[in-house]
Structures are given as C-alpha cells and as structure tokens.
C-alpha cells in the first residue's frame, strides 16, 4: 500500500545541551524552509508528507532555543 508517509533517520548529537531536533521542509522551487515540526530528542520521525517535489531537513535545537544548520538526508539504499 503506498502512502504519504515519509520516515527521515539520523544519528544523535553529542552536546550536552541537546534539547531535541526540527524536521523541515519546503516545494522544491521555494528558497526558504516553509514547514517546521518540533519531534523531540529523537532519532526517527515519520511525518504525512509526500517525498514528491519537497525537499526535507533535520535540524537541532538546544535547550536555550538556538538552532544548528539544517542537515539534508540522504536516501537509504
């Protein structure tokens, strides 16, 4: 059965202050992120969003609220 469902993996952060990581994404033509989803200190987030024509990010943030770069996955083989 196919579905919308995206799944996006990455390996946790090692800084002390880690509070939890973003999923981001945005249509392939537009030139800033236009969707953000606070997951939590994860690992792992499925989210309703078709892979087609978007491109997706993963993001930290520590427990003052500031944000890393925004990290593109690369698809499993």
């Known amino acids: 059965m196919l ?16 509070a939890g990581y973003e999923v981001l994404w945005r ?3 537009a030139p800033e992120w236009t969707h953000v989803i606070p997951v939590g200190d ?11 024509n978007v491109h997706f990010g993963v993001r930290a943030v520590d ?9 593109y996955p690369q698809p499993v083989t």
């Open 42 to 52: 994860v690992t792992t987030a499925t989210i309703d969003v078709a892979k087609d």
């Open 27 to 29: 249509d392939s033509t």
């Open 3 to 18: 579905t919308n469902d995206t799944t996006l993996r990455w390996t946790r952060g090692s800084e002390p202050d880690l």
């Open 63 to 71: 427990k003052t609220g500031h944000r890393s770069q925004v990290a």
